[in-house]
Structure formats: C-alpha cells, structure tokens
C-alpha cells in the first residue's frame, strides 16, 4: 500500500523470484546456535501500531507485532539468505500444498499442537478457526484492506461479503451473520482440515496466506468489536507472545504466551522472555540509546543520511539494508483541466519523464547503497521487475533538452506551470526541492505545497475532489507490495487497473486493457519464469501510458543495539524478527 510508514497495498535485474533484499554493510550477526534464551528484547519507535486485530492491520510495522502474537496458515522463515527468506513454508498448516483440480483446490492440513491462549485455558487451533478468519475480513465495522485479493478469488467469499456488507455493524448483528452464513469455497470436513476452492487459478494465493489479515480467529472473537478496546484487552493469541501492560502511544508490553509451544512452531524460536516497546520518541532519542545500550531495535524508523553517514564510515557492524519491493514515484493528474487538460497529452508525461534527475534524488536519500533508479512500476524483489527505460538519460540524470522538445511539440514552447504537494515530514522536503530544481532545467515550473503526514495520503491524496478539481499536477507517491515474492498482483491492481469503481490509490482511473489482459494471465500462469515474464510485459505497457514517474527504489536501513544476536529480516516487516533474535547477556 501507500507509503505512510511502509503501509502495504501489501508489496520481484532479472526475471527471478524476489522479495526482501537484505545487504550487510558490514558483518552479519553472530547465528543462532549460539543462542542465549531470556531476557528483554527493547523496541523503540516514533507511532503507535495502527491495530492489534491481524484482520484490519495494515502498516509494515505492525506486521511484527502480529508475527510474535499471531500465526497464519503460511508464513516465512527469517533469513539474511534471499531464497530462503522469500519461500513460503508452513506456519499453521503442516506443509505448503500443491494445488489439485487444475490449481482451483488448495487442501491444508493443520498443525497439531497450535494453540490458542484461550480464557478456559489453551486450546487447539482448528479447520472452523481459520473459516472465521475469513468471515472477519470483510465485516462491515472494519474489514481488511485486502479483502478483494480474496473475495475476487475464493469461490462464494463475494456473495458471503455482499450479503455482510447489509449488516447492521453491532457486535450482535455481525456475529450473528457469521455464525448463520458460509463461504461456498471454504470447507472444513474435520477439525484438521481446510479446503479452499479458488474460481480462477493464482500462482500467488499461497503469498496470499501469508498476511496476517487472512489469519483464524477464535470464537471469542465474535462479542467484541473488531480491534475495539474489549477486543483488546481480552486479546486471545496464537503466537509465542500475547500483550501485557499497554499505554496507546506510549508503551506495549508483550510477555509469553503460554498456550504457545516450541515444537508446534517451526518459524519462532522465541528466545527473548519480553518485549518492552516504547513509542512516541524521536528519531535522534532512538538512535542515541540504541548507541548507548538503552535500547535494542527499533520500530518504525528511518534512519536519517547524516546519522546514517557517520554509522557507514565507522564501519559500524550493526547495519543492515533491507528491500521490501518497494517504489516511490510521481503520479500525474490526467483527471483535471488545468493548463487545458495538458497532463492528458502523452507527449507531456513523457516530458516529465524525461525532465527528472533520478540519480539527485539517490544521493538525497543517502547515496547508491540505500536508493536505486527505478524506470518502471516495480521494485526490486518484486517478480516481474527487470531492467528496461523507455525513457532514458545518461546515468540516470535526466534529459531536459528531450524533455523541452516534446513539450514544445505539446504547445507549449515556453514551458508549463505545475502544483506539487509533498509530505512534510523528514527529507521529503528536500526530495521535493530536488525534483523541482530539475523539472526547472527542462522549463516546467513547480509550485510546491507541503502537507502534514498525517494527511498526506488519508485526507489528501486519497480525496477524489482534489484529483478533480486540479488542487495539484503531479505528486511524489511510495508504494509496498502486499506480500513478499509473487507479489505483482499487489502493486498493479490497486493503482492500474480501474475497472468502473475508483479505487482508493488509483488516484486518476488509470487503466489499459491490454495490460489488464496480460496481468490475468500472469495471475492464471504457475511457473516463476512465466509470471515474471508476464509481468515485465505489463510494467512496460504501463510505462509507456507514462501514467507515473519512477523515481527510486529505495532500501531501508536498519539498525540494532550490540546486545542484539541472529538479527535475521522477516520479509513481511521488513525488520529483524523480534521472535528469532536473542541477547548477549
């Protein structure tokens, strides 16, 4: 999704399968055989989680939160070694199976042993858990952001939501609905057993099973509303840990689980005996106690070039960059009049392509080994990404005599006047300033509007009126795929396609039906190199609507305390996994 800490949509030079990126900047942390169990692993952030329930979570970071008090069906193991990190395995189902009736019928076996914390004392975790799972996602009090990846694809789920969506959103009404209504394409002949009957083949619907969003759910659920304060403080968890003490934007505790068992899990090791998670400070307070040993990991934190400068040249050890698929480009406004409906005239989109200097905005992210050119829709890690330019310059700093030329033969000769917002927040700014300043070389003036973070997408971006009524031109956007690996699916769909109802992050109702046609296939198509050689077609038929100009496919770096041993990424939050790191004592 878009970019407001890394949120997921959720998010692959070669055609090759992909996902988390992680690069050393020096040495990799001790393994885990020397594991040392116990102790308080200490997380540090700037915000909040944005919600505790796995099914209406949407932000990158809570993905780690979720991945220590939450288990899915398939799930990954955390790994600095790219193939293994980016594989699905089985978390709660005992093996990753192979689809049947011509890839339409996934059949799962549950893990024996897998248990909920339940209120009468630990309990298996059963076939009926994970139907429920499913139910929640599209409940009409708050439902997940993916729901259409799995209402499009799972055979009755679209009559199952559109029946929900006339519900009344009370905890009685919705509970009531689930308890009385099924999913025809869900079965569970016993307690052990899911089947899941798909109405179209999709190579990525086991990338699909790994979000926590499609996650079971336990009865209890039912009188409580979604992610509501009772859901909350009677969290009941699957994962090896379960909330304790928690102050909403100050502090979260998680302690043990005890219904949680080490051999039921293949992926956690849960070595630490606490999670103390403190939010509400400062980028430079988070990197000071993560240097003075008052801290382990953090949060949500980009770290900034200044800092991350100074850490590179002391060869400090502690480093990491990690991918997660991720771009940032800029969306061009062909919805409104301004300028005459200039933004409509291919030619122009063209221009602006050619106008940016991509490698200025690499060295304002912080040089070459944290941000890369991108010249397409997908990022690195993403299956389908490869190296193309339809609009190239050399080294990547832009072409603005090609970029005058064709705005010339648009009409307008002396250039043109545009409005940009930017997010106000860290060095967005300055990217901001460093678009302008080259957009300037090629004759386009632009008129720059801050707007608070907070904002930017929720009020801003996402309002369809200010799209309409020309409030801005061109605006600089980020996007995660959904999922790691197969995950093109995830970064097309809800910014390409526009199939008669807006969505929320297809800003202008972009849509090109040769590409929609392709990216069906690709969906359809089960072989690796057949996904991904679908999938750079559509990126290159997108990019030659120039819809967007790629910017930069920037790395994320990360940083841990000395304590911190077997900092291994999780692919799905982009951070070290807090249920597989241990600490020096």
Known sequence: MAHTNLK????LPRLALAGLVATALSTVPSLAQDAQPGGTLRILGTEDLDHFDPTSAALVTTNNFLRAVSRQLISYEASTDETVRITPKGDLATEVPQPTDDGLTYTFKLRQGAQWNAPSGARQITSADLERGFKRMCNPALGSAALTYYSSLVAGMAEFCDGFSKVEPTVEAMKAYIEGNDITGIETPDDETVVIRLTQRAGDFIYMLSLATSAPAPVEVLDYMPDGPDYRSNFIASGPY???????????????????????????????????ITFGLTVDAIMQQLQSGDGDMTYDVTIP???????????DDKLMTVSSGNTNFIFINT?????NGALKDLKVRQALNYAVDKAAIVQQ????????PVNGIFGLGVLGYHEFDLYPSADAKGDPEKAKALLAEAGFPNGITLKMPFRNKGNEPAVAQTIQASMAKAGITLELTPVAPADYYSKFMTNPVNTQEGTWDIAPVGWTPDWAGGSARSVFQPQFSYDGTHQTYNYTDYNNDKANELAQQAINATTPEEVGAL?????????????????????IVLYHGAAVQNFQPYSIGV??????VWLQQ
């Open 575 to 580: 951070q070290g996994d807090w249920t597989n």
């Open 305 to 315: 070039p200044a800092i991350l400068s100074m850490l590179t040249a002391q060869g």
């Open 242 to 276: 379960t909330p304790g003490a928690y102050t909403p934007d100050s502090s979260l505790q998680l302690v043990r689980n005890p219904a949680w068992t080490a051999d039921s899990d293949p992926l956690r090791k849960a070595y630490v005996d606490q999670i103390d």
């Open 8 to 11: 997921r949509g959720g998010l």
């Open 335 to 339: 919805v409104s009049g301004n300028n």
């Open 365 to 372: 992210m912080g040089g070459p080994s944290i941000a890369k």
């Open 535 to 555: 999938w750079a077609q559509v990126d290159e038929l997108v990019m030659a609507d120039a819809p967007v100009v790629p910017l930069i496919a920037n790395l």
